[in-house]
């Protein structure tokens, strides 16, 4: 993809479209990648925030959540093993989560991953897939 800007914004202004829509807050992510997972261009924006701390985060192991180092962490997941984040394909390793939100697909320069943080697992996998469909078909 020549024009990873452009086509990121667009696929960024459509997942932030539907959080809107479902009425979510969070953080959308583009990435691209080879096809080693070694080169990457990412493109991140918040819907509205990048962290939530609950009401009452005393006695929890974390007080909050960092939807960004979560969006991340997805995208890792993916880079190593080919597929959508949460797939349960290998033991989760440590600096992931094995949560869903991510969406990877194989396109001619290597792979697109789109990935969404804030919202249930199946709300955040669903604005990644509204994303990557918004990807341009490529000839």
Known sequence: MDNF????GMMIDEM????????VKGVALVASMDKYGH?????MKAVETIKDIPANPE???YP???FI?????KAAEMADTR???GSKSRPVYQGEFGYQGGVIRE???????????GASGEQDLEIANVGMIAYPREE
């Open 69 to 73: 180092g979560i969006a991340y962490s």
């Open 64 to 66: 909050g959540y960092n």
């Open 5 to 8: 800007q452009t086509v990121s």
């Open 39 to 43: 080169s990457w261009l990412s493109r």
């Open 83 to 85: 597929l959508n984040s």
């Open 107 to 117: 396109v001619p320069s290597g792979f697109m991953l789109t990935v969404f943080s």
């Open 59 to 61: 006695g929890h192991e």
């Open 16 to 23: 932030e479209s539907h959080a809107r829509k479902l009425g």
